[in-house]
């Protein structure tokens, strides 16, 4: 029988960087990914829409894969030095002054942490596809993890599974079942405003680098301590209906083929142009700009876990906002904006804050507690916090950290 040092669940953005922070040690790693490879879906207004990926980096296959920097997360030592140097490694800039200011990042090649494991950690660690089922810990104190292929066994278990795989996984294994929500950061068009309206300071151009564009984001807080992170779109053709271009929020939330493939199809020229600026910050001037972005929705989602089955729905899909967020919004912008009564929402996937109860065996939310605990979770399912930024590529960071703890703690105890 094979033990495994560490056996990691996931070949996402969480897995990647416990990969490479677990890998600068001498130790034994699997990596156990789904070979289903097929959609995750969610229940949403009645039809069930993908949410992600079972397998091949779950939702980190999307189409652009949004960076930003996490603005007042402390709860890590170094993080922020991590979320730079991996930025820098990836990106070739050590300019972080534009995060600071508001803006994010959109690659032109975005971060795929499947393909990364693949070909630069391949030679460090074991890759088996199996379609993990359960776990638990023998009375040795080793961590048996069984897959629908075969039993697997190891010191300690990283799970890095997503949130809906994350929870499922722990509740089948534990025994607790029930209904659990998290928060998500759901996309929308928000509102309209009129170019000759707009003070100069908001008309900003975005910053272009040999490997991507920095766009800036407005994060503007509402009432009910939640805020808004949007981006001012210029609209064109059939965009300048906010109904239209609001029928369309959902387009990019596919994998980068999907997304091309349909732009063809589409024969949409204010479609193109909107997916133009969504990748590559091209842009032409327009008389009038979209509000679009997305915006904190606390309970967003409900996942229900049995012995049998794994379900999640959405419980919101559209919006209203009152009138003092209206007031809130148009303070920010200077002047009038045009905001529809109800604004439709779509899955941003931006999974966090759950209230799923961790026990204190696993060490969540990333507490670096390790002592005496064999679970580690990563990404969203551990995580609170709350931010509308884009929270992908900090997920990598923050596992990253999380491993090179975990090697420091190791040390310690020899």
């Not at 170019?195 to 920095?214: A, C, E, M």
């Not at 915006?295 to 794994?310: D, K, P, Q, R």
């Not at 109800?342 to 204190?360: A, M, Q, R, T, V």
């Not at 064999?374 to 997920?395: D, M, N, Q, R, V």
Request: charged letters at 25%.
């Amino acid at each position: 029988m094979t033990v495994y040092d560490h056996i990691i669940i996931g070949m996402g953005m969480s897995a990647l960087g416990v990969i490479k922070g677990l890998s600068s040690a001498d130790c034994k790693i699997l990596v156990l990914d789904n070979y289903d490879n097929k959609p995750e879906f969610a229940d949403y207004c009645d039809e069930k829409i993908a949410i992600g990926r079972l397998g091949k980096g779950g939702a980190s296959s999307l189409w652009h894969g949004v960076i930003s920097n996490l603005s007042n997360y402390r709860e890590l030592e170094n993080y922020n030095d991590d979320f730079k140097d991996n930025f820098d490694e990836l990106y070739h800039t050590n300019d972080h002054s534009l995060f600071e200011k508001g803006y994010s990042f959109i690659p032109f090649k975005p971060l795929r942490p499947f393909s990364v494991i693949q070909s630069k950690f391949s030679q460090k660690v074991d890759i088996v596809y199996d379609k993990v089922v359960e776990y638990h810990i023998d009375v040795s104190g080793k961590v048996e993890v069984r897959g629908e292929k075969q039993k697997f066994y190891s010191n300690y278990l990283w799970i890095c599974a997503g949130m809906v795989g994350t929870i499922s996984l722990v509740s089948k294994s534990t025994c607790q079942f029930g209904k659990f929500t998290n928060d998500d950061h759901m996309v929308g068009y928000f509102g309209q405003i009129r170019r000759t309206d707009l003070s100069s300071d908001f008309i900003v151009k975005n910053q272009y680098t040999f490997s991507g564009h920095f766009k800036k984001f407005h994060k503007i807080k509402l009432s009910n301590n939640i805020s808004l992170y949007v981006n001012l779109r210029p609209a064109h053709f059939e965009f300048k209906d906010i109904r239209k271009a609001a029928s369309k929020r959902s387009f990019f939330g596919e994998e980068s083929g999907r997304v091309i493939h349909k732009l063809i199809n589409s024969k949409s020229p204010g479609l193109i142009l909107e997916a133009l600026y969504n990748k590559f910050g091209f842009s032409i001037k327009s008389k009038v700009y979209n509000i679009t972005g997305h915006i904190e929705i606390l309970g967003a989602m409900e996942i229900e876990v049995s012995n049998t089955y794994c379900k999640s729905k959405y419980l919101k899909s559209e919006i209203e906002l009152s009138e003092e967020d209206i007031k809130l919004i148009k303070e920010y912008f200077k002047t009038d904006v045009f905001i529809p009564l109800k604004i439709p929402l779509s899955p941003g996937i931006h999974y966090l804050n759950s209230n799923y109860h961790f026990d204190d065996t696993i060490d969540a939310n990333l507490c670096n507690e390790f002592t005496g605990r064999k679970i580690i979770i990563c990404g969203g399912a551990g995580l609170k916090y709350s931010s509308p930024e884009h929270p992908t590529f900090s997920y990598y960071s923050m596992s990253f950290r999380k491993a090179q703890s975990f090697n420091k703690f190791q040390k310690g105890r020899i």
